[in-house]
């Protein structure tokens, strides 16, 4: 099982971690999580402006970053059906850029991709060699992302994450947990399946990789990793299970159990497809790392307690 308790000890070096999107949910975590490594600069948005590429070569150049770990993307899977341009430069040209600097520099990079880089047919869990093919513009952008990173030469990780929620900003959880605390009915999707993701344990696993690739004589390979909690659930379980957790913490609900449908993707149109199926395997990342990852009802409900301490 991995917990804090499982993890190496500290490396000592004064490195510098250029962490990007650090206001974001897992940016957030990796800021907490890294200063355990080294100086996390973690610039928002004011600061440097991604999506400006001149501004970005020249932050790499002022701060000669040592390891680069990159968590900004363009995550709103809708707008970028109409908002392409932006979605490729955040999902795609950024990461080849970052990538270009870590070739050049011989610096690894942390990356994180996305469950809808997958089909999304059949119900077997994807494997990290599995063929991908994207159903929306936000899927292909970040699919685009993995393949420039991987065909850059560089040394990277591409963690393969899914569902993704912490105890602040945009997520399927914030969203619920404030719909059921006004409505008395919701309907949600049931044949959409995959692992709900805490930010927390996607930061704590990249620490303990990180801590592993600077440890002398460690080996892990470049390469993509699928990283979730073990388990799986359709959007509406995890609504049913957010609702139960939340209820155990005392949180504000005015939803029943009863008052959450299950209903199909056919149901609830939206401008761009999901996947069906968001099973991913994440066997070749526990033995890599040697770790077990936990089951994904353990994982929300302590963010659901972390969410009620904060209130
Ligand atoms: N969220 C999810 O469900 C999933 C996410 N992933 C992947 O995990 C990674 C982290 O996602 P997550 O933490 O949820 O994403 P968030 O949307 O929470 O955070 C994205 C971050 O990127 C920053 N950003 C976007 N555009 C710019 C810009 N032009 N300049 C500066 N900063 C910018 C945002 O800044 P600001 O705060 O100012 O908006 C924000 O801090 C991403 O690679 C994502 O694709 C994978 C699977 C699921
Ligand atoms: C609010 C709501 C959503 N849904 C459905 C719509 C959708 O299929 C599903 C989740 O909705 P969201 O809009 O939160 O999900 P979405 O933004 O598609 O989430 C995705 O984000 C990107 C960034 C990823 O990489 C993915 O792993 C995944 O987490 O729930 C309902 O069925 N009923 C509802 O009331």
Same mark, same amino acid.
């Given at each position: 099982?991995?917990?804090?308790?499982?993890?190496l000890?500290p490396?000592?070096?004064?490195?510098?971690?250029?962490?990007? !999107? !650090?206001?974001g949910?897992?940016?957030?975590?990796?800021?907490?999580q890294?200063?355990?490594?080294?100086?996390?600069l973690a610039? !928002?948005?004011a600061?440097? @402006?991604?999506?400006?590429a001149?501004?970005?070569?020249?932050?790499l150049?002022?701060?000669? %970053?040592?390891v680069v770990?990159?968590?900004?993307? /363009?995550?709103?899977?809708?707008?970028?059906e109409?908002d392409?341009?932006?979605?490729e430069?955040?999902?795609a040209?950024?990461?080849?850029?970052l990538?270009e600097? $870590?070739?050049?520099?011989?610096?690894?990079?942390?990356h994180?991709?996305s469950? /809808?880089?997958?089909?999304?047919?059949?119900?077997?869990?994807?494997q990290?060699s @599995?063929?991908t093919?994207?159903?929306?513009?936000y899927g292909?952008t =970040?699919l685009?992302g993995?393949?420039?990173v991987?065909?850059s030469?560089?040394?990277?990780?591409?963690?393969r994450?899914s569902?993704? /929620?912490?105890?602040?900003?945009k997520?399927?959880?914030?969203?619920?947990?404030?719909?059921g &605390?006004?409505?008395?009915?919701l309907?949600?999707?049931n @044949?959409?399946v995959g692992a709900p993701?805490?930010?927390r344990l996607?930061?704590?696993v990249?620490?303990?990789?990180?801590?592993?690739?600077l440890?002398e004589?460690?080996?892990?390979?470049?390469?993509?990793?699928?990283?979730?909690?073990?388990?799986?659930t359709?959007?509406?379980?995890f609504? $049913?299970?957010?609702f139960? &957790?939340a209820k155990?913490?005392g949180l504000p609900?005015?939803i029943?159990p009863d008052?959450?449908?299950?209903?199909?993707?056919?149901?609830? %149109?939206t401008?761009a497809a999901?996947?069906?199926?968001?099973?991913?395997?994440v @066997?070749k990342?526990? =033995?890599a790392?040697?770790?077990?990852l936990?089951?994904?009802?353990?994982?929300?409900?302590?963010?659901?307690?972390?969410?009620?301490?904060s209130?």
């Amino acid at each position: 099982m991995i917990s804090e308790r499982s993890l190496l000890p500290p490396y000592t070096s004064p490195l510098t971690i250029f962490v990007t !999107g !650090g206001n974001g949910q897992v940016g957030f975590e990796l800021q907490r999580q890294l200063a355990t490594l080294g100086n996390v600069l973690a610039p !928002g948005r004011a600061a440097l @402006d991604l999506s400006d590429a001149n501004a970005v070569t020249a932050y790499l150049a002022t701060h000669q %970053p040592d390891v680069v770990v990159n968590a900004a993307a /363009y995550t709103a899977v809708d707008n970028a059906e109409s908002d392409q341009a932006m979605a490729e430069r955040l999902n795609a040209a950024l990461p080849e850029q970052l990538a270009e600097y $870590c070739q050049q520099q011989s610096k690894w990079l942390i990356h994180y991709s996305s469950d /809808y880089v997958y089909t999304g047919q059949g119900s077997e869990p994807w494997q990290e060699s @599995d063929t991908t093919g994207p159903c929306n513009v936000y899927g292909a952008t =970040k699919l685009a992302g993995d393949e420039a990173v991987a065909n850059s030469g560089c040394q990277h990780l591409i963690f393969r994450t899914s569902w993704v /929620y912490s105890a602040f900003g945009k997520s399927f959880l914030a969203t619920m947990l404030r719909l059921g &605390a006004e409505r008395s009915a919701l309907s949600i999707i049931n @044949d959409q399946v995959g692992a709900p993701t805490p930010a927390r344990l996607i930061a704590l696993v990249t620490q303990q990789a990180l801590t592993r690739l600077l440890s002398e004589g460690a080996t892990l390979t470049s390469g993509v990793y699928h990283l979730a909690p073990r388990g799986e659930t359709s959007w509406h379980g995890f609504a $049913c299970e957010i609702f139960k &957790a939340a209820k155990q913490c005392g949180l504000p609900l005015v939803i029943t159990p009863d008052g959450v449908s299950a209903i199909p993707t056919t149901d609830y %149109p939206t401008p761009a497809a999901r996947p069906l199926n968001s099973r991913l395997s994440v @066997d070749k990342l526990e =033995k890599a790392l040697a770790v077990q990852l936990p089951d994904w009802q353990s994982q929300l409900a302590l963010t659901v307690e972390e969410i009620a301490r904060s209130r």
